[in-house]
């Protein structure tokens, strides 16, 4: 595998530890960094690139480098990413059981009819001014859902067993909507930031523009969830 590393550190507040991990083709980059599956959501410059490493495996050693120095609980791993990590995201919670809940963040997925996973906790983050990723890759509501392709929110929500109504709730310049009457282990939400662009929501802006501040913190929301429906 040609995966440069991973940076970690520990949240001692809530007690979690996170590792930051660059895809193959380095940090920032648009050549493959990621495994995410075949037949995605396309983004508006084409199909998505797709890396060649075992990133699985990536994961497994990650795991085992980080749990030489940070006491971990298996049955609690998560995975989030954002823009081609988000399609990772999608893929890791489709084809691993041992990840607990995902949140991918501006990214897309395949149509999940693959999955051994039986259900999987999800929430998703689109701004709706992506000019990236069509917010239609993961929000049913979205008018640029690419021809023939199911957002999403509404696969991730059909395969879990949940109904097609949600309730919404609002937060910073966005809105939350959680799918009605999803089984144990299997609540789907999504969040669309409005006016947001291909940026990490609430995150400060670093030097490849990924972070929006102004709007709600994706970081907050995403564990909240996590503590919520997949703990």
Not at 40 to 57: E, K, N
Not at 70 to 99: K, N, W
């Amino acid at each position: 595998m040609r995966h440069p590393g991973r940076r970690a550190w520990r949240h001692d507040q809530d007690g979690f530890a996170l590792a930051f991990p660059d895809g193959q083709g380095g940090p920032d980059s648009t050549d493959a960094p990621w495994n995410v599956g075949a037949s995605t959501c396309p983004s508006l410059y084409g199909d998505v690139p797709v890396a060649t490493g075992d990133d699985f495996a990536f994961l497994d050693a990650m795991r085992a480098d980080v749990a030489q120095d940070q006491c971990l609980d298996p049955s609690r791993v998560y995975v989030s990413g954002f823009s081609m990590g988000g399609y990772f995201a999608h893929h890791a919670g489709c084809m691993r059981a041992d990840v607990r809940a995902v949140a991918p963040h501006s990214g897309g997925t395949h149509d999940l009819g693959a999955c051994p996973v039986a259900r999987k906790p999800v929430i998703l983050f689109h701004g709706d001014a992506d000019d990236v990723v069509p917010d239609g890759c993961d929000d049913p509501h979205a008018t640029n859902t690419p021809a023939g392709l199911t957002p999403s929110a509404t696969a991730w929500a059909a395969r879990n067993g949940c109904a097609t109504t949600t309730h919404t709730i609002a937060v910073e310049r966005g809105t939350c909507s959680y799918y009605d009457g999803c089984p144990a282990g299997g609540q789907v939400a999504i969040c669309v930031m409005q006016g947001m662009g291909h940026c990490w929501a609430g995150g400060a802006t670093d030097p490849s523009g990924n972070g929006c501040p102004g709007w709600a913190s994706a970081t907050r929301l995403e564990w909240e969830f996590f503590k919520t429906y997949a703990w």
